[in-house]
């Protein structure tokens, strides 16, 4: 009895049980050296984990050694002023992030004593973090075997199991992470993470995985039928909006450039702008434009065309250059070294100013 029994459990394992050892043993020779990674503090955690979203690891490095300088910890997050915040965020996007953070550092302050909530179901109360940041969070930092599932491991699990669901579908990733949990080793913390820097580093995107080197080859569906340019099934079924502009790069004599500030609410809210309009001008209609704002400037000079993704919306900028008579108050007229220091300009509007 006591045999049929063992011979039940051994047929009710997870096959997913046999990636456990390899990819630990790989990702402790393999895992790359980060900042965040040196403390493995939640709050060195968690900046930095909002901060990789839809940004590269290179690119958020610089910004969070900026960030952590000058906000080493929960208490000064919770007391900076909304603008320096952003000008700090300032090139990794997403600003409504930023602006979570602090809320969830004022709420972590006054609730928790400024100490991080330690557990899963605490840490996804907190404003702007999800499924993914408090499993990270609370498996990294405080070993909870809880799943933290990014793209990055959607892919490897994909690619690992031959799972054809669309992995862009809620219910794609709440079946991954469901899965991940029943086989989730002691070491939490570590099998998440090395899960993502096996996609990061080795499972890549597109059909260019390095199965030759990767330590999970014996145990991939993906690798033995050659069915890594197929998965994962990524089907977008989000209608993207488009939104035409002008966007004005007004200089002055004095080497100075207009901005405004940008509406408190929706895209961009709290940021800096260059004088922008939602529609695609000629020439001439800029010209009328300016004037309009009540600025009398030289022939315009077009800059050409860009284009700027947001997650739903696509902005096609047109830009014109003009050399203004005179300052009005109706702008902010700043130095380059003024626009660096003190003021938030997201990167769609960067792409002109090269034309300073
Ligand atoms: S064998 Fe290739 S496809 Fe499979 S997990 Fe490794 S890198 Fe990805």
């Known amino acids: 009895m006591e045999q049929e029994n063992n011979n039940l459990n051994e047929e009710k394992k997870d096959p997913l049980v046999e990636i456990i050892d390899p990819l630990l043993e790989w990702f402790e020779q393999n895992k790359r050296s980060f900042p965040w990674r040196e403390v493995q503090q939640p709050y060195h955690v968690w900046i930095s984990e909002i901060m990789l979203q839809q940004t590269r690891i290179e690119a958020v490095i610089e910004h969070y050694n900026r960030f952590m300088q000058e906000l080493p910890d929960i208490g000064s997050l919770s007391r900076v002023s ?31 004593d ?112 050659s069915l890594t340019a197929e998965l994962p099934v990524r089907i977008k079924v989000m209608k993207r909006k488009t939104v035409h502009k002008t966007i004005f790069l007004l200089c002055s004599e004095d080497n100075r450039i207009a901005i405004e500030k940008r509406q408190d609410k929706g895209l961009l809210a709290g940021m800096y702008q260059l004088p922008n309009t939602d529609r695609s001008l000629s020439p001439d209609q800029a010209d009328v434009h300016l004037r309009e704002w009540g600025i009398e400037a030289e022939k315009g000079e077009y800059l050409g065309e860009a284009k700027h993704m947001f997650t739903h919306i696509d902005w096609i900028m047109r830009g014109y250059r003009f050399c203004i008579r005179q300052k009005n108050d109706r702008f902010i007229w700043v130095t380059k070294d003024e626009l660096e220091r003190a003021y938030a300009l997201p990167t769609a509007f960067r792409v002109f100013l090269n034309r300073w």
């Open 82 to 112: 909304e603008e320096r915040l952003l000008k700090l965020w300032e090139g990794l996007g997403y600003y409504s992030r930023a602006k979570n953070l602090k809320k969830a550092a004022q709420v972590i302050m006054e609730q928790y």
């Open 114 to 225: 400024g100490q991080m909530p330690r557990t899963y179901e605490q840490l996804i109360t907190l404003a702007g973090i999800g499924e993914y940041t408090a499993g990270a969070i609370a498996s990294f930092c405080f070993g909870e075997k809880v799943p933290a599932v990014d793209g990055n491991v959607l892919r490897v699990l994909a690619r690992l199991t031959g799972d054809r669901e669309n992995v862009l579908l809620p219910q794609t990733k709440k079946a991954a992470a469901a899965r991940l949990r029943s086989i989730m080793p002691e070491q939490a913390g570590a099998f998440n993470e090395a899960i993502m820097e096996l996609g990061e580093t080795v499972c890549l995107p597109g059909g260019v995985p390095k199965c030759d080197i990767c330590p999970l080859k014996g145990q991939c569906t993906a690798y033995r039928e």
